[in-house]
């Protein structure tokens, strides 16, 4: 027979708390992954990870907003699994640009972007396949109190792993060409010219 066993209610007061506390713990997870990406790395690198980490969030919450789901502090949660599942992505195809940049000096950034992003495309397809069967699972059968929470992972592996290429990466080549032509130099002819000076170097050591 059914039986009430327990019943709750969260006024606007708390909720209005809640949602700011939730504000507050996805704000700092970007700073913390701005101050650990910059130290790592640049802080241009860590900048261009927090983009590709608003991208994420804004699409996925825009997804669950179209799908009708609802908002609770397990979202929330999810959110920051999210945040630090595509910030590993990021990191892994960074770590690859810098070894790169020091072993291929002299060739265009666009193309050491594009060979890095090659090298670990299959390790990113792979494991966030991987990740996704598995979210997706959580999904279809993890019933109703965990379907807005895997709703998010769902959709947050796909946008994330596209971010982590397609937006991450991207935007370190434009930040370093907009830089490079306010001080009115050609981000082409500067590489061009380092590669002269690693091909004279090599000619005569050699």
């Known amino acids: 027979s059914f039986a009430l066993r ?30 650990y990406i910059a130290f790592r790395f ?12 608003v991208h994420d969030s804004i699409i ?3 997804l669950l907003s179209v799908f009708d789901q609802e908002m609770s502090l397990p979202v929330v949660a999810s959110f920051l699994t999210l945040i630090g599942y595509s910030v590993n992505d990021t990191v892994v195809v960074f770590d690859r640009i810098r070894e ?4 291929k000096a002299g060739q265009r950034m666009t193309d050491i972007v594009n060979v890095s992003i090659n090298q670990t495309l299959s390790r990113t397809v792979i494991t966030s396949g991987l990740t996704w069967v598995v ?5 279809v059968f993890g019933g109703e109190a965990l379907k807005a929470f895997s709703f998010v992972l769902v959709i947050g592996v ?6 982590s290429i397609s937006v991450a990466s991207p935007v370190l080549v434009l930040w370093r060409k907009a830089s490079l032509k306010r001080k009115g130099v050609d981000a082409d002819a500067a590489d061009g010219r380092v590669a002269r000076k690693v091909r004279a170097s090599g000619s005569k050591s050699s």
């Open 42 to 53: 640049q802080i241009r690198w860590g900048v261009a990870a927090i983009l590709a980490l």
């Open 100 to 103: 790169n940049l020091k072993a």
């Open 135 to 139: 979210v997706l699972g959580l999904w």
């Open 158 to 163: 796909l946008v994330g792993t596209y971010s």
């Open 6 to 35: 327990g019943q709750s209610y969260i006024g606007p007061a708390v909720c209005d708390e809640l949602l700011w506390k939730a504000v507050l713990a996805i704000l700092g997870s970007l700073g913390g992954v701005l101050v």
């Open 60 to 62: 996925t919450l825009g």
